[in-house]
């Protein structure tokens, strides 16, 4: 038994922190279909969207966090860091994660929000391999933390790629000579400042040139 492709679209237009509208887009997959198939979508929706500035906030203050906590280890001496009765760094990066994913639960939650979960469970199966595409111009809605959302619970299988408003799915058909082409594997190391470290065994094991 073959199986099902679904390839879901949600676009969004407008800003996060302003009125946004999200048009809704489920249907056969064309990575399922015939070369000559054309992707119609089955079900169709468009919504206004509330402005969301708590959900804005939050995301931004996670990213101030995160921004303070991801310096290169090999730069840190944990040795001399002194708080000196300050918010543990870490410590705030979680607090503030935590708050981002209520208000993206919030959000989600919201009875526009809601209608559009409703109506992809009600075209999506378990059975299904499903695709989704989430395209925006704010790049904030790229930032926000989906898999946090209801309808990726369900299906937690499910692929996500993120783009811009004009971004389009295509389809690539390869033949078994374009497969045999990649098989194969490329593989690029970096090691960065080895001072202080022996890297030779893993420039041994991966057959890297000392002078490269």
């Not at 249907?27 to 969207?49: F, N, R």
């Not at 497969?179 to 190391?189: G, M, N």
């Amino acid at each position: 038994m073959s199986t099902t492709h679904m390839l879901v679209i949600l676009e969004f237009s407008g800003s996060l922190d302003r009125e946004l509208w999200v048009k809704l887009e489920v249907g056969l997959d064309s990575v399922g279909l015939s070369a000559q198939s054309i992707y119609s979508p089955t079900h169709e929706m468009s919504l206004s969207l509330t402005a969301a500035p708590e959900l804005v906030t939050a995301l931004e203050r996670w990213t101030q966090d995160y921004r303070r906590i991801a310096t290169p280890t090999r730069a840190l001496k944990p040795e001399s860091i002194r708080y000196m009765g300050s918010v543990d760094p870490a410590e705030s990066c979680r607090q503030s994660a935590k708050t981002l994913a209520q208000e993206f639960k919030a959000w989600t939650q919201a009875d526009a929000f809601r209608t559009l979960t409703e109506c992809m469970l009600e075209a999506l199966d378990s059975r299904h391999h499903i695709r989704f595409l989430i395209r925006a111009n704010d790049q904030r809605l790229h930032q926000l933390p989906w898999h946090l959302w209801r309808i990726f619970k369900r299906f937690p299988w499910a692929e996500v790629a993120l783009g811009a408003t004009s971004f389009r799915p295509t389809v690539s058909f390869s033949t078994s000579s374009d497969r045999q082409s990649h098989d194969a594997v490329r593989i690029l190391a970096i090691l960065g400042d080895c001072q202080g470290m022996s890297v030779s065994f893993t420039i041994d094991a991966l057959a890297i040139p000392q002078n490269s």
